[in-house]
């Protein structure tokens, strides 16, 4: 074997939790295992300081342990910052189950894994993720009431997506203030990458505004059934990331601004849903910053979701849904002109407020 795999191996049983790249002093992970329904799932909190943990599950088919841990560690830590940074009264926490959504998920297996949401006294609150829907969310609740993002019918709020997108439109209002000195889109060309729920609001509240939508995504159907419902145009060239555009939306998945596509990018501004866009947080954060590319943080702008979920905790309404998400407007606003007088980069910005926010608490409950 390879001397250098072994050594990351050997490493790797050393210090398998608090060792872990990203393991970020999160306060709890809770390993859940069930032989009968075949339940292999890991649960992160990260910090419960400004309230319960909430974050989604997520199904996927990890190649390796590791990965599913690495997932859960970063993806909790995530959901810290987007809530704090947001004002919600929430701390971060994921779940990752492993496993084949299409073929392993049963009933049992996601009442089981309500279950161990249960044993944890309601520090960690669920919602769907990535390989779950509502009617899981639904099955989920018939073990535990520490769950969200449930059917309408039995009171939960219903499909995010919409707010999510509604959130984003708002962030890239903010940046376009920032950068042309007008909120206005009008004439405005925008690249959505990814017309799935949420691309396909942000598409529809651009279009209404007159921004000029060009759209890509790996589904032909989806971008000929979008294109012939909102006269959006699809992107013809070879390479996205080179295109001619002012904003480029990020709406399907991370890393999309790398090493690699950084230099090729055009747009005046990034704002888009996906989560984790940059690659890595410190350097293609400064280097966008370098070009000039105001990036709006993409764990600030898609807070629509969880701020709609949070509903269901708090029992507001859809009104006041609208106004928090509308609210993202100013935060990218003040966020963005704090990262310039500061020069630090909008992502470090947007992590400062939600940090502040989490010792100031820290701090109260000391006294
Ligand atoms: P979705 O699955 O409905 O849509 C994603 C779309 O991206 C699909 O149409 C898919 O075909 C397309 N796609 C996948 N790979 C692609 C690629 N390589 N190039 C171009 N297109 C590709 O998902 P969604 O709910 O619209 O979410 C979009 C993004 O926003 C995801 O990254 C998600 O994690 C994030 N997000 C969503 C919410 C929410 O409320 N739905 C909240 C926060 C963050």
């Known amino acids: 074997m390879n001397a250098e795999i072994l050594k990351a191996n050997d490493l790797k049983k050393v210090a398998p939790v608090f060792g872990q790249l990203s393991f970020d002093e999160h306060e709890q992970v809770v390993f859940c295992n069930d032989k009968d329904t075949g339940l292999k799932a890991i649960i992160g909190i990260h910090d419960t300081t400004l309230g319960p943990a909430l974050g989604g599950t997520r199904m996927w088919n990890y190649a390796t342990e590791w990965e599913a841990l690495n997932d859960v560690l970063r993806l909790s830590r995530g959901m ?55 009617a899981d969310m639904d099955t989920v609740r018939e073990v535990t009431k ?17 707010i999510t997108g509604y959130g984003v439109y708002m962030g890239m209002k903010a940046a376009a203030k920032f950068k042309y000195g007008t909120d206005s889109l009008e004439g405005k060309k925008v690249l959505i990458q990814g017309i799935g729920h949420v691309g396909e609001t942000v598409l529809k509240h651009v279009t209404d505004e007159g ?35 002012d904003i480029y939306a ?7 601004i790398n090493d690699d596509t950084i230099h090729k990018l055009k747009a005046d501004i990034i704002a888009g849903a996906a989560n984790n866009q940059l690659a890595d947080e410190t350097i293609h954060g400064r280097m966008l910053q370098e070009k000039g590319i105001v990036y709006a943080p993409d764990f600030l702008i898609n807070a629509g979701g969880i701020i709609n979920v949070y509903a269901e905790l ?9 106004r928090k998400t509308e609210n993202i407007y100013h935060t990218t606003l003040e966020i963005l002109n704090s990262a310039k007088a500061n020069q630090i980069t909008t992502h470090q910005s947007a992590l ?16």
Do not use: W
């Open 211 to 245: 921004g000029k939508v060009i759209i890509a995504d790996i589904n032909q159907e989806r971008l000929e059934q979008v294109r012939d419902q909102y006269g959006a145009v699809i992107y013809s060239g070879d390479d996205l990331y080179t295109a001619d555009v």
């Open 80 to 134: 810290t910052f987007k809530s704090a940074v947001t004002g919600l009264n929430l701390g971060g926490g994921k779940a990752v189950i492993i496993g084949d959504a299409k073929t392993q998920k049963t009933p049992e297996l996601m009442r089981k894994f309500g279950e161990f949401v249960e044993s944890l006294g309601g520090r960690y609150i669920t919602a769907e993720d990535v390989g779950m829907d509502t």
């Open 352 to 367: 400062k407020v939600a940090q502040d926010r989490i010792e100031k608490r820290k701090a109260e409950n000391k006294k």
């Open 250 to 256: 990020p709406c399907a998945l991370g890393a999309t």
């Open 314 to 322: 708090e029992g507001y309404d859809k009104p006041e849904i609208m």
């Open 146 to 162: 520490h769950v969200t993002g449930i059917s309408e019918h039995l009171g939960g709020s219903g499909n995010p997506s919409p």
